[in-house]
């Protein structure tokens, strides 16, 4: 599975950023997808994450209400909107998959197999 993210940038503290992630060499649409970021010195975390079929997803605290993951199954892409951006949300942004196909979305980065190269997310004050 080769993943592709894109869409970094660099944003003014309440601005907005699209992140995508492309998908190629396995049947995109019977996995589920996560968003991680790792800012400097600090550990990977996962930002949402979503089932294979899109019906359900799950943020952490601090993005609810402010990022929005997606996907187009059919595009073979994952897509997470992140709308009132704060300095706090500067970090390398990765996208990722697990290893099982028509699995629960898992929360923890061990638990996926397959990453993208990360896309910078600067947002300034």
């Known amino acids: 599975v080769q993943l592709q993210a894109s869409g970094g940038g660099l944003v003014q503290a309440g601005g907005s950023l699209r992140l995508s992630c492309a998908a190629s060499?396995?049947?995109?649409?019977?996995?589920?997808m996560g968003w991680f970021r790792q800012a400097p010195g600090k550990e990977r975390e996962i930002v949402a994450a979503?089932?294979?079929?899109?019906?359900?997803?799950y943020y952490t605290d601090s993005m609810k209400g402010r990022f929005t993951i997606s996907r187009d199954n059919a595009k073979r892409t994952v897509y997470l909107q992140m709308n009132s951006l704060k300095p706090d949300d500067t970090a390398i942004y990765y996208c990722?998959?697990?290893?099982?196909?028509?699995?629960?979305?898992?929360?923890?980065?061990?638990?996926?197999?397959?990453w993208g190269q990360g896309t910078l997310v600067t947002v300034s004050s």
């Open positions: 979503i089932t294979w079929n899109g019906r359900r997803t």
């Open positions: 990722a998959a697990p290893s099982g196909a028509f699995t629960d979305y898992p929360t923890a980065a061990v638990e996926y197999s397959y």
């Open positions: 060499g396995r049947a995109f649409s019977t996995y589920a």
